[in-house]
């Protein structure tokens, strides 16, 4: 897996790439922590090149969706498609997770809040 | 012929000797004292030669008797050849002129002879001979000193070869002048001749010298520079076998190339992954910003080394963020003349007369700079140091390149260790055996992949005439997903039994015990269902796992249930639903974990619920423990050769009466 930050305007977008799964999920989580620790606010998390996820990727997720929660702060998942869509669904966690289509819906989403 | 031999004989021998042997000792002294490397014994003793045919040359002008004059030309023209040969060895070329210089000494030689037997013909033959060969050579000599005063050969002789060239037009115009009698005038003879080659071979001997010069100063720069790497490398594995610590490591190239560039100092930056900016990491000696910055700042050297390590440099600005976005290290060798330091001034606080900077590489990423400068205008960096330093970034990006891939394979390692200990805990929670009622027959199945589950199942007797079954699938492996395993093994346990209870109550007290306990990335998704014998009811509940598959019997045909719900361990209030369902004799149902619907084969197809569904239709008469074997064996000849990549859970319960 590999992560990739760009920035538009205010949000921080994660491009994903690869596989979420046990030996690396912890690294989105570690690299978020990172961001908010230094006052990052707006996150979105690009997930167009993941192809495969585990409860280990959902948690990771889980993980970092609820802290920003907490925190009051903004967090947009977006392309979310094929096996790890059906992972998410599986696990009734679309309702869960705020998901956005592409990642411009994702920030207008966000600046819509 | 009798000239010659009477010359000869009556020459006063130990003169001669005495002559050659002062000359030799003189031509040692020079050639030591100017390392004329190309002065092996033998090439001096032709020099010898060269100079002593000149020097009785004279003599005999002067009246002195010596050689025979043919007789000294001859002389002059072989060592002048065998001379040339033996530069031609050391220095790998090929001077063609010392051949023609043996052709020449050959026919002065024959026109001796043909003289002294006076047969006039062949003289004037041989006379005739000797000039082409002379001409030839000349012309070569030209050719030659022209190919070595280009830039092209790396070799400028300059004066020395338009003093060549000018001897060569000499000699051109004594062989002009040679129908005219010009050639027979003796001082032309013995001593404007031989200067022409005495001037050529100097010259050559010059430009070898040079060259020699020049190559064995790159040696013993390269040697100084291996010496250097050599060590930086040694010492930079020790750092690293000391301790794994990369800020550690850094501090010891900064070190390195301030010292082995004798530089005023040196510092690494490194890139921020989410900032896009360059942050100083490590600092050596001297090291002013080599950008310019705010007046006040310089005022004070602690303000200035304040600011340097707390104000990060974007990307692409400046010429450190410049080094970092092209990828390509840069290297200002004079400051006064780069237009990227015009902010530099020499009575400034940050001066910098020279600048080295070379970017620290992962594979195409640029992941730091590390830049030398030096502050003495009368201490530029050279291209050797310039390159010294790219070894060294080299180096270095290779070094932290194979630390960090280190410090992911313990990591790896501590995780499988972790995973060893987690596959002990989990051999304890599975029950050991399966509850035999005469109502229902059961069977169970849980493989993990890579040797620890993530899936837990149990069966539990919650009072006479009930049974309880739930799966589920923990996010994560190892010793943190076992103790959520454990969690809801103790609690369930713990609250099944209590009278009133409902499967959707027992997920609720699960949930809410583990939510806010575990870190939320240790959640779960639990099926759970329970069965009375006597009413034939059946409840169940779902905390987001898969819906629960029944096979009915009398319609042959399958159903699924299933409620809504969010995994177990997000959120502390969640509620769970449940829904009933009555069962009739021969009825199926099956629990089961994404890792049998979801097995691959080599061709990357999933094993799907209808496959699974199939073989349950098919065999829904046989026992459960055989049906098992029958949904083992038909999944596993799907699969194929190809690695399980999930935990394979499933239960089965058959209602027998």
Same mark, same amino acid.
């Given at each position: 897996?590999?992560?990739?930050?760009?920035?538009?305007?205010?949000?921080?977008?994660?491009?994903?790439?690869?596989?979420?799964?046990?030996?690396?999920?912890?690294?989105?989580?570690?690299?978020?922590?990172?961001?908010?620790?230094?006052?990052?606010?707006?996150?979105?998390?690009?997930?167009?090149?993941?192809?495969?996820?585990?409860?280990?990727?959902?948690?990771?997720?889980?993980?970092?969706?609820?802290?920003?929660?907490?925190?009051?702060?903004?967090?947009?998942?977006?392309?979310?498609?094929?096996?790890?869509?059906?992972?998410?669904?599986?696990?009734?966690?679309?309702?869960?997770?705020?998901?956005?289509?592409?990642?411009?819906?994702?920030?207008?989403?966000?600046?819509?809040? | 012929?009798?000239?010659?031999?009477?010359?000869?004989?009556?020459?006063?021998?130990?003169?001669?000797?005495?002559?050659?042997?002062?000359?030799?000792?003189?031509?040692?002294?020079?050639?030591?004292?100017?390392?004329?490397?190309?002065?092996?014994?033998?090439?001096?003793?032709?020099?010898?030669?060269?100079?002593?045919?000149?020097?009785?040359?004279?003599?005999?002008?002067?009246?002195?008797?010596?050689?025979?004059?043919?007789?000294?030309?001859?002389?002059?023209?072989?060592?002048?050849?065998?001379?040339?040969?033996?530069?031609?060895?050391?220095?790998?070329?090929?001077?063609?002129?010392?051949?023609?210089?043996?052709?020449?000494?050959?026919?002065?030689?024959?026109?001796?002879?043909?003289?002294?037997?006076?047969?006039?013909?062949?003289?004037?033959?041989?006379?005739?001979?000797?000039?082409?060969?002379?001409?030839?050579?000349?012309?070569?000599?030209?050719?030659?000193?022209?190919?070595?005063?280009?830039?092209?050969?790396?070799?400028?002789?300059?004066?020395?070869?338009?003093?060549?060239?000018?001897?060569?037009?000499?000699?051109?115009?004594?062989?002009?002048?040679?129908?005219?009698?010009?050639?027979?005038?003796?001082?032309?003879?013995?001593?404007?001749?031989?200067?022409?080659?005495?001037?050529?071979?100097?010259?050559?001997?010059?430009?070898?010298?040079?060259?020699?010069?020049?190559? %064995?100063?790159?040696?013993?720069?390269?040697?100084?520079?291996?010496?250097?790497?050599?060590?930086?490398?040694?010492?930079?594995?020790?750092?690293?076998?000391?301790?794994?610590?990369?800020?550690?490591?850094?501090?010891?190239?900064?070190?390195?190339?301030?010292?082995?560039?004798?530089?005023?100092?040196?510092?690494?930056?490194?890139?921020?992954?989410?900032?896009?900016?360059?942050?100083?990491?490590?600092?050596?000696?001297?090291?002013?910003?080599?950008?310019?910055?705010?007046?006040?700042?310089?005022?004070?050297?602690?303000?200035?080394?304040?600011?340097?390590?707390?104000?990060?440099?974007?990307?692409?600005?400046?010429?450190?963020?410049?080094?970092?976005?092209?990828?390509?290290?840069?290297?200002?060798?004079? %400051?006064?003349?780069?237009?990227?330091?015009?902010?530099?001034?020499?009575?400034?606080?940050?001066?910098?007369?020279?600048?080295?900077?070379?970017?620290?590489?992962?594979?195409?990423?640029?992941?730091?700079?590390?830049?030398?400068?030096?502050?003495?205008?009368?201490?530029?960096?050279?291209?050797?140091?310039?390159?010294?330093?790219?070894?060294?970034?080299?180096?270095?990006?290779?070094?932290?390149?194979?630390?960090?891939?280190?410090?992911?394979?313990?990591?790896?390692?501590?995780?499988?260790?972790?995973?060893?200990?987690?596959?002990?805990?989990?051999?304890?929670?599975?029950?050991?055996?399966?509850?035999?009622?005469?109502?229902? %027959?059961?069977?169970?199945?849980?493989?993990?992949? #890579?040797?620890?589950?993530?899936?837990?199942?149990?069966?539990?007797?919650?009072?006479?005439?009930?049974?309880?079954?739930?799966?589920?699938?923990?996010?994560?492996?190892?010793?943190?997903? %076992?103790?959520?395993?454990?969690?809801?093994?103790?609690?369930?346990?713990?609250?099944?039994?209590?009278?009133?209870?409902?499967?959707?109550?027992?997920?609720?007290?699960?949930?809410?015990?583990?939510?806010?306990?575990?870190?939320?990335?240790?959640?779960?998704?639990?099926?759970?269902?329970?069965?009375?014998?006597?009413?034939?009811?059946?409840?169940?509940?779902?905390?987001?796992?898969?819906?629960?598959?029944?096979?009915?019997?009398?319609?042959?045909?399958?159903?699924?249930?299933?409620?809504?719900?969010?995994?177990?361990?997000?959120?502390?209030?969640?509620?769970?639903?449940?829904?009933?369902?009555?069962?009739?004799?021969?009825?199926?149902?099956?629990?089961?974990?994404?890792?049998?619907?979801?097995?691959?084969?080599?061709?990357?197809?999933?094993?799907?619920?209808?496959?699974?569904?199939?073989?349950?239709?098919?065999?829904?008469?046989?026992?459960?423990?055989?049906?098992? #074997?029958?949904?083992?064996?038909?999944?596993?000849?799907?699969?194929?050769?190809?690695?399980?990549?999930?935990?394979?859970?499933?239960?089965?319960?058959?209602?027998?009466?």
């Amino acid at each position: 897996m590999d992560l990739k930050i760009r920035k538009s305007a205010e949000t921080y977008i994660i491009d994903v790439n690869g596989e979420m799964d046990l030996y690396n999920s912890y690294r989105l989580k570690e690299l978020v922590m990172k961001m908010l620790e230094k006052k990052v606010e707006q996150f979105v998390i690009n997930m167009e090149n993941v192809d495969y996820i585990d409860s280990s990727g959902i948690g990771a997720l889980i993980y970092i969706c609820s802290t920003i929660k907490k925190m009051n702060l903004k967090l947009v998942i977006c392309n979310i498609h094929g096996s790890v869509k059906k992972v998410i669904e599986l696990t009734k966690l679309m309702g869960y997770f705020p998901i956005a289509g592409t990642v411009d819906e994702a920030i207008q989403k966000i600046a819509a809040e | 012929m009798a000239d010659i031999t009477q010359n000869f004989i009556f020459n006063p021998l130990w003169a001669q000797v005495f002559a050659l042997l002062a000359l030799y000792l003189t031509l040692r002294n020079i050639t030591l004292s100017k390392k004329l490397v190309v002065g092996s014994d033998f090439q001096q003793l032709i020099l010898v030669l060269f100079f002593g045919s000149i020097l009785f040359a004279v003599l005999g002008l002067a009246g002195i008797p010596a050689y025979q004059l043919p007789v000294t030309l001859a002389v002059q023209a072989i060592s002048a050849g065998i001379f040339l040969k033996i530069l031609g060895r050391y220095t790998k070329k090929n001077y063609y002129a010392g051949w023609l210089l043996a052709l020449n000494a050959v026919g002065f030689l024959i026109s001796v002879t043909l003289a002294a037997l006076q047969t006039a013909w062949f003289f004037h033959f041989w006379e005739s001979a000797l000039i082409v060969t002379n001409w030839g050579y000349v012309a070569y000599q030209f050719y030659e000193v022209s190919q070595y005063n280009t830039p092209k050969s790396g070799v400028l002789l300059d004066a020395r070869g338009t003093l060549t060239k000018l001897t060569l037009w000499i000699h051109a115009v004594i062989l002009l002048l040679v129908p005219f009698g010009g050639y027979q005038i003796p001082l032309v003879q013995m001593v404007l001749l031989p200067l022409s080659t005495l001037v050529y071979l100097w010259t050559l001997t010059f430009w070898h010298r040079r060259a020699y010069a020049r190559m %064995s100063h790159q040696r013993d720069l390269m040697e100084k520079n291996m010496n250097s790497q050599y060590e930086f490398m040694t010492r930079i594995g020790n750092a690293i076998a000391e301790k794994l610590d990369i800020d550690r490591v850094l501090d010891f190239v900064v070190h390195s190339a301030v010292k082995t560039a004798n530089a005023d100092g040196g510092a690494i930056f490194l890139v921020d992954e989410f900032d896009d900016v360059l942050r100083v990491k490590a600092v050596e000696g001297d090291f002013p910003p080599p950008y310019d910055v705010p007046a006040k700042v310089k005022l004070k050297a602690n303000n200035l080394e304040n600011f340097f390590k707390s104000t990060p440099i974007p990307l692409g600005e400046t010429i450190i963020g410049e080094c970092a976005a092209t990828g390509k290290p840069i290297f200002v060798r004079d %400051s006064k003349l780069d237009p990227r330091m015009v902010h530099n001034s020499r009575m400034d606080q940050i001066y910098i007369a020279s600048l080295i900077l070379t970017p620290l590489m992962q594979g195409k990423k640029v992941f730091g700079v590390l830049a030398i400068a030096s502050r003495k205008s009368n201490h530029l960096f050279t291209r050797e140091i310039l390159g010294q330093i790219k070894t060294f970034g080299d180096y270095t990006s290779l070094t932290i390149n194979s630390l960090y891939t280190y410090l992911q394979l313990l990591e790896k390692q501590e995780m499988e260790r972790d995973l060893g200990i987690a596959a002990e805990i989990q051999g304890q929670l599975l029950p050991s055996h399966l509850p035999r009622v005469s109502s229902i %027959s059961l069977a169970a199945f849980s493989q993990p992949a #890579k040797g620890v589950s993530g899936d837990y199942y149990d069966i539990i007797n919650i009072r006479k005439g009930q049974i309880l079954l739930t799966v589920c699938d923990v996010a994560g492996k190892g010793i943190p997903a %076992s103790l959520v395993m454990v969690m809801i093994r103790t609690i369930t346990h713990l609250v099944a039994r209590q009278p009133q209870m409902t499967v959707s109550r027992i997920l609720d007290i699960v949930n809410w015990g583990i939510a806010g306990r575990v870190s939320l990335d240790r959640f779960a998704t639990v099926a759970m269902l329970s069965y009375d014998f006597a009413s034939h009811q059946l409840e169940y509940s779902n905390a987001a796992h898969h819906p629960l598959l029944i096979y009915r019997a009398e319609q042959d045909d399958f159903e699924t249930l299933d409620t809504e719900g969010i995994p177990i361990g997000l959120e502390r209030k969640t509620r769970y639903n449940q829904i009933n369902t009555v069962l009739r004799k021969g009825d199926l149902i099956v629990l089961y974990t994404d890792g049998i619907i979801e097995a691959m084969n080599e061709k990357g197809q999933q094993y799907s619920l209808e496959s699974l569904q199939v073989v349950i239709r098919e065999h829904h008469q046989e026992s459960p423990e055989k049906l098992k #074997k029958l949904i083992i064996a038909d999944l596993e000849k799907f699969v194929g050769k190809a690695k399980q990549h999930d935990d394979e859970t499933f239960v089965l319960m058959r209602v027998e009466h």
